[in-house]
């Protein structure tokens, strides 16, 4: 690979990184849904786990997605470094 490559594959990503086509948020029943829960939710009837769940899986599906997702990510790298 050259300079003038890798220079341009850089640029390439920046414009992409600004592109940020994932803008829309589900709404709280289409992540219901996505887990199977959408009558429960419906009903009112969540268990604890149930509501936290969604929550918990957004953070290592989307570690960009919070404030806590990027805590919990360099908590996990950090980890990672001290086992090498």
Wanted: aromatic fraction near 10%.
């Amino acid at each position: 690979m050259t300079y003038t490559t890798h220079r341009d594959t850089q640029e390439t990503l920046q414009i992409l990184d600004r592109l940020d086509l994932d803008t829309d948020k589900p709404t709280q029943e289409d992540i219901m849904k996505k887990f199977g829960l959408e009558e429960q939710f419906q009903t009112g009837s969540l268990s604890v786990w149930q509501r936290v769940k969604p929550r918990v899986w957004a953070l290592f599906e989307e570690p960009y997605s919070s404030s806590a997702a990027k805590v919990s990510l360099c908590t996990f790298i950090r980890s990672l470094q001290g086992c090498i």
